[in-house]
C-alpha cells in the first residue's frame, strides 16, 4: 500500500530577502513560488507521502491551466471561453514537477524508493468547460470538452517523456454532479490516455451514488474518490466493487473539508474496511481532495496520521 495527495497544499509565499533574489526580482526573473514547492514537497515527504505533488501552489485548478489555452481567457478570475480552443502556448506544469522530484531526489539523497515519486496532476477538460462560460464559437460544451482533450494531451505527454512520473492524475469533479454528458466526458479521457505508457487516475470528488457505475467504465488505470468527508461513498464502493476490480483505488481518507485534525481512530476504520473490500495491494491511501485551505500545521498532521495508519497495513 502506498500513499499519495490528491494534489494542492497551503500556500507561503516568502518574502524576498537576500541580495540575489531582490535582483533577480528586480530583473522580472525571480520565481516568488519555486521555494513555495520545496517547502510543500518537504512537507509531504516529512509526513511519509510515497508520491508527491508540487503542491499546485500557483493558482487555482482551472485558471493555472486556462491562463496559457489560446481560446479561452482570464475575467475577473474566471475563466471565459471566446474562440477555438487550441493548444497551449507554453509547458503549464512540467517545470514546477521537474523541481519538484529533484528536491525529492535530494531529500533521499539521490535515490527515490521504489514505487515512490512525483505524479503530474491535470484538472480535466470536462470540469475545466463546466467551469467556464462560453462567450463565443462553441454552441455547446461537448465540442468544447473534446477541442479542450486534444488540447490538454500535449500537457499530458509533455509531463510523461519530461518528468517521469509515477502516473498522471486527471482531476474531473464535476463528473459527480450529474450535470455532464458521460459520454463525452469518457470520450475526452480516450483522449487523454491514447498512447500513453504509464498509468493514469481520475479524481473524481462527491457523492458516488447515481454516478459511480457510469465512472467505473471510464478508461483509466487508478479511480480516486473521498471517503472521509461523507457516509455514502464508502457503501457505494462496497456494493459496486467488481466493477472496478481491475482498477487501483485512491482512497480518500482523511477529511479535506474541515480544518481540525481527523481522529486516527476514524481513518484507521476507513482504511480497514477499505481493505476488506478491495485489498491493500489495490489501494492508495490519500486526502479526501486538496489540503491547499487547512492551516499548515493542520494539513501536514493529516497527512501524518494518514501514513501512519498506511505504515501499520504495509
Not at 496559457?68 to 471566446?82: A, F, L, Q, R, W
Not at 524508493?113 to 460544451?141: D, L
Not at 474531473?172 to 479521457?189: H, N, W, Y
Request: charged share 25%; net charge negative.
Amino acid at each position: 500500500m502506498k500513499s499519495t495527495v490528491v494534489g494542492s497544499f497551503p500556500v507561503e509565499v516568502k518574502e524576498v530577502t537576500s541580495t540575489k533574489n531582490k535582483l533577480l526580482s528586480a530583473l522580472g526573473a525571480y520565481d516568488s513560488f519555486k521555494q513555495s514547492i520545496e517547502d510543500s514537497v518537504i512537507a509531504q515527504l516529512d509526513a511519509g507521502v510515497d508520491i508527491i505533488s508540487d503542491g499546485q501552489v500557483r493558482g487555482d485548478m482551472v485558471s493555472i491551466f486556462t491562463q496559457y489555452i489560446p481560446g479561452m481567457k482570464i475575467e475577473d478570475g474566471n475563466t471565459v471561453i471566446v474562440s477555438k480552443i487550441r493548444n497551449p502556448t507554453q509547458e503549464i506544469s512540467v517545470k514546477d514537477l521537474q523541481y519538484a522530484k529533484k528536491v525529492m531526489k535530494n531529500y533521499y539523497n539521490g535515490n527515490i524508493p521504489e514505487g515512490c515519486g512525483v505524479k503530474g496532476i491535470i484538472t480535466g477538460p470536462t470540469t475545466i468547460v463546466h467551469s467556464s462560460r462560453i462567450q463565443s464559437f462553441y454552441k455547446n460544451k461537448e465540442d468544447a470538452i473534446i477541442d479542450l482533450a486534444h488540447s490538454l494531451k500535449q500537457e499530458v505527454d509533455a509531463i510523461a517523456k519530461k518528468v517521469d512520473p509515477v502516473y498522471i492524475q486527471i482531476d474531473e469533479p464535476f463528473l459527480s454532479t450529474g450535470m455532464v454528458d458521460m459520454k463525452t466526458a469518457r470520450e475526452a479521457i480516450d483522449i487523454l490516455h491514447d498512447g500513453l505508457e504509464i498509468p493514469l487516475a481520475m479524481h473524481v470528488c462527491g457523492i458516488l451514488k447515481d454516478a459511480f457505475k457510469d465512472i467505473a467504465r471510464f478508461n483509466v488505470d487508478i479511480l480516486d474518490f473521498e471517503f472521509a468527508g461523507n457516509n455514502v461513498n464508502l457503501s457505494v464502493l462496497e456494493q459496486n466493487a467488481s466493477l472496478v476490480s481491475n482498477k487501483k483505488i485512491g482512497f480518500g481518507c482523511v477529511d479535506s473539508s474541515v480544518n481540525t485534525v481527523d481522529d486516527v481512530n476514524d481513518i484507521d476504520a476507513l482504511v480497514t474496511k477499505a481493505i476488506e473490500i478491495v485489498g491493500s495491494d489495490n489501494l492508495l491511501l490519500d486526502p479526501d481532495c486538496g489540503l491547499r485551505r487547512a492551516p499548515k500545521d493542520v494539513a501536514f498532521e493529516k497527512l501524518r496520521l494518514m501514513n501512519q495508519i498506511k505504515d501499520k497495513y504495509s
